[in-house]
């Protein structure tokens, strides 16, 4: 069974541990768009669920810095982070042990992966999940991308890292679901933290939605830090979706600035061709 589900959309630890506080009318479209995002991959009766993100210096440090890591386990705990601060109770995850291996046995045919039996969840996988999967129902691939502390993985090779992982999940029984979490522009844990660069992320969602790869992949690191902040660096999730589904085009289902979750807040689902 082919890849049959492939979107991106945000994460964010203030989705969850500030949505009290944030104005209503400001965050309603958010959340009413993670509803659809909801429905819908409720709708593809997934078998298992690729997602690919970035690690808050949960898993991963200084010492050892993979590019891609690919989560082996049977299971993942998360979040990682304080549940009476993130509001999502801790919990167990499962895997798809022997999927992860066989899809990191094809990837690694063109891009080298790094892999880990014990992996835990931080708000990059989190956050999305309790929206979209909050029964914890559908079992988990977790797959990082260094998108914390350079030297970063290019973004053409984040692009590759799709291509390859629609290689390796076309040869796969059962339904399986790719999506990707992170982004757009945002200044995380910095004096700029709720700024949103309305501009480039619609200018990155053009390109994304077109499949335009060498658009998306044009900007230099500094350029990210400069336009899009330390954040946008994650746009490398979005690139490895658009990647695996390289030849179509997607839908933005959603795009608005969340200023009081410091980030820019859309849904991309592409087609499946
Ligand atoms: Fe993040």
């Known amino acids: 069974m082919p890849l049959v589900f492939a979107a991106a959309t945000n994460h964010g630890p203030g989705i969850t541990a500030r949505r009290e506080t944030a104005p ?33 210096i949960q898993n991963l440090y200084m010492d050892n810095m993979p ?9 993942f705990p998360g979040p990682t982070e304080d549940e009476h601060f993130l509001k999502i109770p801790k919990t167990i995850v499962p895997g798809a042990p022997d999927l992860a291996a066989a899809l990191a046995d094809e990837v690694m ?52 890292l799709g291509r390859a992982l629609r290689r390796a999940i076309d040869q796969q029984p059962g339904r399986i679901g790719l999506l990707g979490t992170g982004g757009l522009s945002h200044w995380p844990a910095a004096p700029l933290s709720g700024k949103v660069a309305v501009e480039w992320d619609r200018e990155f969602l053009d390109a994304m939605t077109a499949n335009r790869r ?8 500094a350029e990210i ?5 330390p954040g946008g660096h994650e746009i490398r999730s979005w690139i490895t979706v658009a990647g695996a589904c390289e030849g179509s085009t997607g839908v933005l289902d959603f795009y608005t600035p969340l200023p009081s979750f410091a980030i820019g807040g859309a849904v991309v689902e592409m087609t499946i061709a």
Request: aromatic fraction near 12%; hydrophobic fraction near 40%; charge should be negative.
């Open 24 to 56: 209503e009318d400001e965050v309603a479209p958010f959340f009413e768009g993670f509803e659809r995002l909801h429905q819908r991959i409720e709708a593809a009766k997934l078998d298992a669920l690729v997602m690919v993100s970035s690690d808050h």
């Open 225 to 229: 830090e400069r336009d899009g902040g």
């Open 67 to 75: 590019a891609f890591i690919i989560g082996l386990g049977d299971s």
């Open 214 to 221: 060498d658009d998306m992949i044009r900007y230099t690191d």
């Open 109 to 160: 045919e063109t891009v080298d992966l790094a892999y880990s039996g014990e992996l835990a969840l931080d708000h990059g996988f989190m956050v999305p999940l309790h929206f979209l999967t909050p029964d914890y129902d559908v079992p988990v691939v977790p797959l990082i991308i260094n998108c914390m502390f350079p030297p970063y993985p290019k973004l053409g090779r984040a692009y590759e």
